[in-house]
Structures are given as structure tokens and as C-alpha cells.
């Protein structure tokens, strides 16, 4: 039996603060999920935090997006072990047909495209 994937776009723009609310169910555990994405200046980084939006819960703070490469990099594989082994989801921050930058800066962030939904396997 093959394991159906689903992902959500989530519309990046260049603004310094955004948020989204998405429902996904990693390995069939519903998550209604409030994601932070916030550009810390000093570093010149971008970072994502996700609540779980229902339990008022902070899952996970402050990682970096950082571009997938050849291979796509699981931003959230490090945190499988939330929500009793069911995880969070997978994420992948995917570079532009135009963006020679490997990780995005402040005023290129729109160029990239985040993906979030289904643990991938």
C-alpha cells in the first residue's frame, strides 16, 4: 500500500512577520497549526515557529529556513518525536527557478516556496 502525501503552499512574501493557519494530518493525527515565520535582522535569518493552534501549544521555535539542496532537506525531521511519536509534519523551503541564493534574505524570501504537510517517510 503506498502512503498518500498531502502539502500546503504557504504564500511567502518579503514582510518581516507572517502567519498562517493550516489543518494537516501527519501519520493521520489531525494538527490545526499556527505558523510563525519571522526575518531576525542581526543574523539576516529567517526563522519558523508552529503552535499546535487548538492546545494553544508552542511546538517548536525559531528554525532556520534553510533551502533545500538537490535532495529535499526536512525542516522538521529533527522533531518527529512530538505529540507522542506522531510528529509534526514535514517541511521543505524550496529555491525559485531565478534564486541563485542558497538560503533566502530579506528581501528574497518571496522567491522561495515553503511546503508543509504529510511526514515524509
Same mark, same amino acid.
Given at each position: 500500500?503506498?502512503?498518500? !502525501?498531502?502539502?500546503?503552499?504557504?504564500?511567502?512574501?518579503?514582510?518581516?512577520?507572517?502567519?498562517?493557519?493550516?489543518?494537516?494530518?501527519?501519520?493521520?493525527?489531525? !494538527?490545526?497549526?499556527?505558523?510563525? #515565520?519571522?526575518?531576525?535582522?542581526? %543574523?539576516?535569518?529567517?526563522?519558523?515557529? #508552529?503552535?499546535?493552534?487548538?492546545?494553544?501549544?508552542?511546538?517548536?521555535?525559531? #528554525?532556520?529556513?534553510?533551502?533545500?539542496?538537490?535532495?529535499?532537506?526536512?525542516?522538521?525531521? %529533527?522533531?518527529?518525536?512530538?505529540?507522542?511519536?506522531?510528529? #509534526?509534519?514535514?517541511?521543505? !523551503?524550496?529555491?525559485?527557478?531565478?534564486?541563485?541564493?542558497?538560503?533566502?534574505?530579506?528581501?528574497?524570501?518571496?522567491?522561495?516556496?515553503?511546503?508543509?504537510?504529510?511526514?515524509?517517510?
Amino acid at each position: 500500500m503506498t502512503k498518500q !502525501l498531502s502539502y500546503s503552499v504557504l504564500p511567502l512574501t518579503n514582510d518581516p512577520y507572517q502567519v498562517f493557519t493550516t489543518g494537516v494530518a501527519p501519520d493521520g493525527t489531525p !494538527l490545526h497549526a499556527r505558523i510563525e #515565520i519571522r526575518h531576525l535582522t542581526a %543574523p539576516d535569518r529567517w526563522v519558523v515557529s #508552529i503552535f499546535d493552534h487548538a492546545a494553544a501549544t508552542l511546538l517548536v521555535n525559531q #528554525i532556520p529556513l534553510v533551502a533545500s539542496a538537490g535532495f529535499p532537506l526536512d525542516l522538521l525531521y %529533527p522533531f518527529r518525536h512530538l505529540r507522542g511519536g506522531k510528529g #509534526i509534519g514535514s517541511m521543505f !523551503l524550496l529555491r525559485g527557478g531565478d534564486t541563485a541564493a542558497g538560503d533566502p534574505g530579506r528581501d528574497n524570501l518571496k522567491q522561495y516556496t515553503l511546503l508543509y504537510g504529510s511526514t515524509l517517510g
